[in-house]
């Protein structure tokens, strides 16, 4: 079995009080923030308790996932609480000559633009929010 990433278990952790409407808009927005030239995300699945996002090789039309990631909603009466999670990821290493350079998670800055993003519009929409980002989950 292969070693999972160093990033593998990045995350935001999120409490507001927002609609689940208005949390949707947001991760929406979050997801255009976090597209470039090369990497498109796109919603894969859309449930109120769940959206699953992927993102793709723009140049190949969206044929190469590279990652896919969720957002798990949970109403808990006035409250919701959000947690992102990476589902699937590719990696690729480069090599100088002969020496390996580390394992590198293929549009890792995609979802980590997409979490900073989404936690930044949430606070936004909710000065009260209490959110929580991160990268490098230790365990």
């Known amino acids: 079995m292969a070693k999972r990433h160093k990033y593998a278990k990045a995350s935001a952790s ?3 009080s927002l609609t689940i409407g208005e949390i949707a808009e947001i991760a ?3 997801a255009k923030e976090a ?3 090369q990497v498109m995300i796109r919603l894969e699945e859309s449930k109120p308790t769940r959206l699953v996002y992927s993102a793709q090789n723009r140049v190949t039309g969206g044929r190469i996932r590279f990652i896919t990631f969720e957002v798990a909603i949970r109403d808990e009466g006035g409250s919701r609480s959000l947690k992102t999670r990476i589902l699937t990821y590719k990696q690729r290493r480069q090599w100088i000559l002969v020496v390996p350079l580390p394992w590198q998670m293929l549009a890792w800055t995609n979802y980590k633009r997409f979490m ?24």
Do not use: F
């Not at 989404?118 to 989950?137: H, M, N, P, Q």
């Open 35 to 37: 597209e470039t030239l």
């Open 116 to 139: 900073h993003a989404l936690a930044a519009g949430i606070s936004e929409g909710d000065s009260r929010a209490k959110t929580r980002v991160v990268e490098l989950a230790h365990n």
């Open 14 to 16: 999120i409490s507001t």
């Open 28 to 30: 929406e927005q979050a």
